[in-house]
């Protein structure tokens, strides 16, 4: 079965670029997704189709996707984007999510 | 204002049934593609299962086939999961979402039901 696999962590100081992996083989020929879930609450989409934001996410939200594997960056992170990050694509159609990243901004 | 509302979890013990359901609003469901997501407690996201618009083609993960169902009825733009032969391995938060576009990105989620399976 397909598989996707996330760091489980990633720390990053206020105002920084926070970089977040997401590998599966031959990713780049799939469409990536992100999706950030504070705690307690449920999932909400960040980037679709590997680049594209939805209405309402911030511009410093952008991704990218090719090869191997797809990254979310946050840049000029800021303490609200502190959540769990899940990558999510799909095989055939059966849908595939990451192990989630927890970003913690110091 | 997209709502998507889930209710019918609860406590149910081994090898018993549930049926969820997922009421909308905000969107044109009946051309939606619609999706089961559910999440363990402490655990990470997985996908459940998908239904098409008229409901002509569904898609599961392989530990839930043969014992979940997805349906919906787009006169009340409702989706349902029933759920039968429920093991504990099945307990944790179920999400509905819609999927969007043709990459089928989860647009919209709802705030999750709870479903417990213990004895």
């Known amino acids: 079965s397909y598989e996707l696999t996330q760091p489980p962590s990633v720390s990053v100081s206020p105002g920084q670029t926070a970089t977040i992996t997401c590998s599966g083989d031959k990713l780049g020929d799939k469409y990536a997704s992100w999706y950030r879930q504070r705690p307690g609450q449920s999932p909400v989409l960040v980037i679709y189709?590997?680049?594209k934001r939805p209405s309402g996410i911030p511009e410093r939200f952008s991704g990218s996707n090719s090869g191997n594997t797809a990254t979310l960056t946050i840049s000029g992170t800021q303490a609200m984007d502190e959540a769990d990050y899940y990558c999510q694509a799909w095989d055939s159609s059966t849908g595939v999510f990451g192990g989630g990243t927890k970003l913690t901004v110091l | 204002e997209v709502h998507l509302v889930e209710s019918g979890g609860g406590l149910v013990q081994p090898g018993g049934s549930l049926r969820l359901s997922c009421v909308t609003s905000?969107?044109?469901?009946?051309?939606?593609?619609m999706s089961w997501v559910r999440q363990a407690p402490g655990k990470g996201l997985e996908w459940v299962a998908n239904?098409?618009?008229?409901?002509?083609?569904?898609y599961y993960v392989d530990s839930v086939k043969g014992r979940f169902t997805i349906s919906r009825d787009n006169a009340k733009n409702s989706l349902y999961l029933q759920m039968n032969s429920l093991r504990a391995e099945d307990t944790a938060v179920y999400y509905c979402?819609?999927?969007?576009?043709?990459?089928?990105?989860?647009?919209?989620w709802g705030q999750g039901t709870l479903v417990t399976v213990s004895s």
């Open positions: 905000g969107f044109t469901f009946s051309i939606s593609w």
């Open positions: 239904i098409k618009q008229d409901g002509g083609e569904r």
């Open positions: 189709q590997d680049t």
């Open positions: 979402a819609s999927l969007g576009g043709n990459s089928w990105q989860f647009d919209y």
